[in-house]
T-cell receptor
Framework: GNSVTQMEGPVTLSEEAFLTINCTYT??????LFWYVQYPGEGLQLLLK?????DKGSNKGFEATYRKETTSFHLEKGSVQVSDSAVYFC???????????FGAGTTVTVRA | SQTIHQWPATLVQPVGSPLSLECTVE??????LYWYRQAAGRGLQLLFY??????ISSEVPQNLSASRPQDRQFILSSKKLLLSDSGFYLC?????????????FGSGTQLSVL
């Protein structure tokens, strides 16, 4: 079946540090890949997405590249801020399927 | 613009009591609707989804049920809550068939079963 595996947290960083959250996937067909972010006490919101191999999604200084050869979609940010503290979820969907499959989520805490 | 409303924001219920969580979407027609649960320390689990009125697909068999009485209304219910039903419940909507389509989430309901 379709699934997403992301690195377990929690991750604690200092401000301006480099952040990487690993995400790998298993899917039939050609999935679309997403990163969602959940700030404390809120629902999830889309951070970025990529719909085909070699696409790079980017938003708010975050980037992730769809790598078909390694079935990965790692999230990166070069210099994190305290406001980036949140839970990050990797997710995938496949064509003609109404569902999104989410990873377990990675809690990131950025300290000043 | 489209908005999604989910209520209540928090709920404390005794074991064995019934449950009804409601979600409504405005500004779009015939959305796909979803109920997810996020248990403490765990990821996001899809419970139910619906692609039309009266059409409900269950992903995880349990003592919860869902109904879609109107196009933009999705209700999560239980006749008797269990302790294991505690968690953060999220309603979401989307359009299309999922290929590249993003989900829009409500703000969630924190359910504590005591």
């Amino acid at each position: 079946g379709n699934s997403v595996t992301q690195m377990e947290g929690p991750v604690t960083l200092s401000e301006e540090a480099f952040l990487t959250i690993n995400c790998t996937y298993t899917a039939t067909g050609y999935p679309s890949l997403f990163w969602y972010v959940q700030y404390p006490g809120e629902g999830l919101q889309l951070l970025l997405k990529a719909t085909k191999a070699d696409d790079k999604g980017s938003n708010k200084g975050f980037e992730a590249t769809y790598r078909k050869e390694t079935t990965s979609f790692h999230l990166e940010k070069g210099s994190v801020q305290v406001s980036d503290s949140a839970v990050y979820f990797c997710a995938l969907s496949i064509p003609n399927d109404y569902k999104l499959s989410f990873g377990a989520g990675t809690t990131v805490t950025v300290r000043a | 613009s489209q908005t999604i409303h989910q209520w209540p924001a928090t709920l404390v219920q005794p074991v064995g009591s019934p449950l009804s969580l409601e979600c409504t979407v405005e500004g779009t027609s015939n959305p796909n609707l979803y109920w997810y649960r996020q248990a403490a320390g765990r990821g996001l689990q899809l419970l139910f989804y619906s692609v039309g009125i009266g059409q409900i697909s269950s992903e995880v068999p349990q003592n919860l049920s869902a109904s879609r009485p109107q196009d933009r209304q999705f209700i999560l219910s239980s006749k008797k809550l269990l302790l294991s039903d505690s968690g953060f419940y999220l309603c979401a909507w989307s359009t299309g068939t999922g290929a590249g389509e993003k989900l829009f989430f409500g703000s969630g309901t924190q359910l504590s079963v005591l």
